[in-house]
């Protein structure tokens, strides 16, 4: 927000200064601080989660940071008071909200969080690196995340278990080394894609509740994709078939979305797929 200020006189601080308008520039001062307000109520409440039964303290602070002027430690602290309300207000809650959902008893440590993000911000040496952190980082919250979702999951994820155990048994079933296990419908003769291929195909998607989730069938047109920007359990299916054939591939929960919940594919669902490979594209 552009704040542009000139011509009055204040009360001190902590209130509210008094407008003398002696000038054109008077006028023109006031003029434009009352423009530079609009939406500001809005934004204090929906952005920066400002109570205001507390706006005399917001005023205060507002006085105290217009007229710190070029006061360099001033300056510093007012940053760190933004950055540190940034913190509480959006960073913390962000990432309790990814970790934990709306299970709000639950809390990263704010101590260590900053601990380390004073540690990273003077340059100071701290208890790892940022490699290192950002490394841990991934793979903690993977694990926490996964952790948590099979607190509300677990059945879920016992069933497609008992599913995948139960099916390897079927008659006609084949597995892969990575343990999608399919069901050759159709046996093609054509090239067989990399990875790195383009591919057109037709498919159907069901949970194993027998759910068609997605359809190009009932779309009415195939699909063209890379090979390896799809799901890991379509991308081994495709890199094992010749074009022409139809399979029906049973793809493990880890193999697919995992811990995440897509549309109305709950976590840890295993998924099967009817695949039809039409052509390698390039």
Not at 110 to 139: D, H, I, Y
Not at 162 to 184: D, H, I, P, R, T
């Amino acid at each position: 927000m552009a704040i542009a200020a000139a011509g009055f006189t204040s009360c001190g601080n902590s209130g509210t200064p008094k407008a003398n308008l002696k000038s054109d520039l008077d006028s023109l001062s006031y003029a434009i601080g009352l423009t530079q307000t609009q939406g500001l109520k809005e934004y204090l409440v929906e952005r920066l989660n400002v109570d205001t039964t507390y706006m005399n303290d917001f005023i205060k602070g507002l006085n105290e940071g217009a007229n710190a002027g070029d006061n360099k430690s001033k300056a510093a602290y007012y940053a760190g008071i933004q950055i540190g309300q940034q913190i509480s207000n959006q960073m913390v809650k962000g990432i309790n909200h990814e970790l934990f959902g709306e299970d709000s008893t639950q809390t990263i440590s704010l101590k260590n969080f900053m601990a380390a993000f004073v540690s990273g911000t003077t340059g100071k040496k701290g208890l790892m690196t940022l490699e290192q952190a950002q490394k841990l980082a991934q793979n903690k919250m993977q694990e926490i995340k996964t952790r948590e979702m099979e607190k509300v999951y677990g059945p879920n994820k016992a069933e497609g278990e008992k599913f995948m155990a139960e099916n390897a048994k079927k008659e006609g079933v084949k597995k892969l080394k990575s343990g999608v296990q399919y069901k050759v419908i159709k046996e093609g003769t054509g090239a067989i894609p990399a990875d790195t291929s383009t591919v057109k195909v037709h498919y159907e998607g069901k949970t194993i509740d027998g759910n068609v989730f997605d359809s190009s069938y009932k779309r009415g047109e195939p699909i063209t994709l890379r090979a390896n920007q799809v799901i890991k359990g379509w991308t081994d299916a495709l890199v094992h078939m010749p074009v022409g054939s139809v399979w029906e591939v049973y793809i493990p929960q880890e193999l697919a979305y995992g811990e995440r919940e897509q549309g109305t594919i709950k976590p840890f669902s295993p998924l099967i797929f009817k695949i039809e490979l039409l052509e390698v594209t390039k």
